[in-house]
């Protein structure tokens, strides 16, 4: 996975609420494990309409995506996320998340930020002519106005992000006291 440490540049500004998970990706692109391919029918439904922000040449290859409340709700889906990975997108900014998204969000190196309604309202004004640069580290977003707004994020989640440490490789790290207990085991119960 690859590390989250800072996301600069310009940004989707999607506003909308209740953005669930068909929405960001139709169950008819759910018949797949790879997560190539997806990208194309991320938003499907916003994109089939004029003038929609994903479409909009300004915005093109925008890291990061500002939505409205409760993103990610609906059915659970892990493709979700790979879809809006595979759209370049590298943070999603918004008052709320689904949980089941926020997960799956985080496992796949997707950062979700929740900021308080008007700052989501600020940056999505922000959004609209100018870049946004999100601070892993620090734990803030700010902009070219001297906006600063900070977030919390759990710490487990922020080593992880910061370092790209998913679930294999944060088990890897620990792959020396793997190995010895392996061979510990071996020579206290060879049969195993």
Known sequence: MKAVKIVEGRAYP??????????????????TTDRKGLAKGAFETIRAKEGNVFDNPEYKGAPILIAGDNFGCGSSREHAAWAIKEMGVEAVIAPRFSDIFS???????????????????????????????????NQVVTTPFQDRFHFDIDPFRKRCLLEGLDEIGLTLKDQDKISQYEDVLASDRPWV
Do not use: Q, W
Not at 14 to 31: F, Q, R, V, W
Not at 114 to 124: F, G, I, M, S, T
């Open 103 to 137: 997960g799956n969000a985080f496992k796949n190196g997707l950062l979700t930020v929740v900021l308080p309604e008007a700052d989501v309202e600020r940056l999505l004004e922000v959004a609209k002519t100018d870049p946004i640069t999100l601070d892993l580290e």
């Open 14 to 31: 999607l506003g909308e609420s209740n953005i669930d998970t068909d929405i960001i990706i139709p169950a008819h692109y759910l018949k």
